[in-house]
């Protein structure tokens, strides 16, 4: 209904349609002007994977889509494989969840650090 | 700089230059040469010395805005050649005192001015002027890097489309940090933005993030001015030629209040504002 009224009343805003289309048209030619940038993030991307599965570094491939109102980043990281979940264990970087554990919905808000510990323990005593 | 004493010839040189300053978008058509005429005027205005080069060789404009197409006699190319004098070649305005272009070459191409050459040009250019305003030719080839070759300092003419915005960023990554690059929003209309139907500055500057040096409403006495051959900051009474004093004062280093575009609609615009408008 709202959209129909839209309709009759005129279009909407052309201005925000130019603004949009200008983010968007601005974030491809910055991102074409900067390969070394992809570059180093593709790099970076395949590193932190890497800390979780065994990837394919040769066929990784990294591309930038365009759509009509957004741009989406698209990448494509084969797997060799995955360790058995008992084997794994946060080799770097103790601040991020381990993988058993990226799976649990972050809790909103800030919550007391020894609070978060006890519900990792007790999430683990099954496993 | 020199260790040495000076030769006689460098002591010659006075020791306060003029400041060099590219007038660039990238894209044609958004008012870069009425922009160069009119800040020119308002400069000179304000009892400064002003030399205006039209760096768009090939398709020289600049005379045309300043009224002074049939006083050309010579251009850049002649003085760079040795075909004339720097004197011979500097045309004075008819209004201003003070004011003087160097006209662009007309049957030439841009590729045929040395990029040395134009530096030069301006460097000699910058000990007789306080200002040098080089009108800068659009696109990002050649003849840009030829127009800003010899400049200290740029101002950037956009006008709210998403073409033009475009391209100016392209020309801000182009001219790097090296230029303090200042924006003029052209061709603003205020009622359009106030309807939400044009891109506002803030628009514009939220990508580009440029020190904004002014804004200029899209008024028909622009084109009537343009076509006699009157830059319009002659006349100061007026809120456009009023805001090419501002920048002018800006750029002298005046500390002026941030520009604004008052949104002045007509009743008929109201009335289609309110049928036919946001929605």
């Known amino acids: 209904m709202i959209e129909f009224l839209k309709r009759l009343f005129g279009p909407s805003d052309s201005g925000a349609t130019a603004k949009q289309r200008l983010q968007l048209v ?4 910055h ?28 066929k990784v491939e990294v591309d930038f889509e365009r759509h009509d109102h957004a741009l989406a980043m698209m990448a494509n990281v084969p797997i060799l494989g995955v360790a058995r979940p008992s084997e794994r264990a946060p080799e770097r970087a103790p601040e991020a969840p381990a993988p058993v554990l990226a799976a649990e919905p972050v809790a909103a808000g800030p919550q007391p650090l020894q609070q978060r510990k006890r519900r990792k ?5 099954p496993a | 700089m020199h260790e040495r004493q000076p030769e006689i010839e460098e002591a010659a040189v006075p020791a306060v230059r003029g400041r060099a300053i590219v007038i660039t978008s990238g894209k044609g058509g958004v008012g870069k040469t009425t922009t160069t005429a009119n800040l ?25 805005v300043l009224g002074l197409e049939s006083r050309v006699k010579h251009h850049l190319l002649d003085v760079i050649e040795g075909g004339a004098t720097l004197d011979e070649a500097l045309v004075p305005s008819k209004y201003t005192e003070s004011l003087m272009l160097l006209a662009a070459a007309q049957h030439r191409e841009k590729d045929e001015v040395p990029t040395e050459a134009m530096t030069a040009l301006i460097e000699r250019l910058r000990e007789r002027f306080d200002y040098v305003l080089v009108d800068c030719p659009a696109g990002i080839e050649h003849g840009f890097r030829n127009a800003v070759a010899g400049a200290q300092e740029a101002i ?24 303090k690059p200042q924006l003029i929003v052209n061709r603003l209309r205020p009622q359009l933005v106030k309807r ?9 500057n939220a990508i580009l993030r440029l020190p904004l040096l002014g804004v200029i409403a899209d008024e028909p006495e622009i084109i009537i001015t343009t076509n006699k051959g009157e830059p319009l900051a002659l006349r100061r009474d007026g809120a456009t030629g009023a805001a090419y ?35």
């Open chain 1, 121 to 125: 323990k007790a999430q683990r005593a």
């Open chain 2, 196 to 204: 939400g139907k044009m891109l506002s500055v803030e628009d514009v």
């Open chain 1, 31 to 58: 991102l074409a002007l900067a390969p070394e940038m992809i570059e180093a993030m593709k790099r970076e991307l395949v590193e932190v994977i890497s800390r979780y599965v065994e990837v394919d570094r040769e």
């Open chain 2, 156 to 179: 950037v003419v956009c006008t709210p489309e998403v073409s033009a915005v475009r391209d100016v960023d392209r020309v801000i990554g182009l001219l790097g940090n090296r230029f």
């Open chain 2, 40 to 64: 020119g005027t308002a400069l000179a205005m304000r009892g400064a010395r002003v030399a205006l080069v039209d760096a768009d060789i090939g398709l020289r404009n600049l005379d045309i």
């Open chain 2, 245 to 279: 004093h501002a920048m002018a004062a800006k750029i002298a280093g005046e500390d002026v209040a941030a520009p604004t575009v008052e949104a002045r609609e007509s009743f008929f615009g109201r009335v289609g504002a309110f049928f036919g408008g946001k929605a």
């Open chain 1, 26 to 29: 601005l974030m491809t030619d």
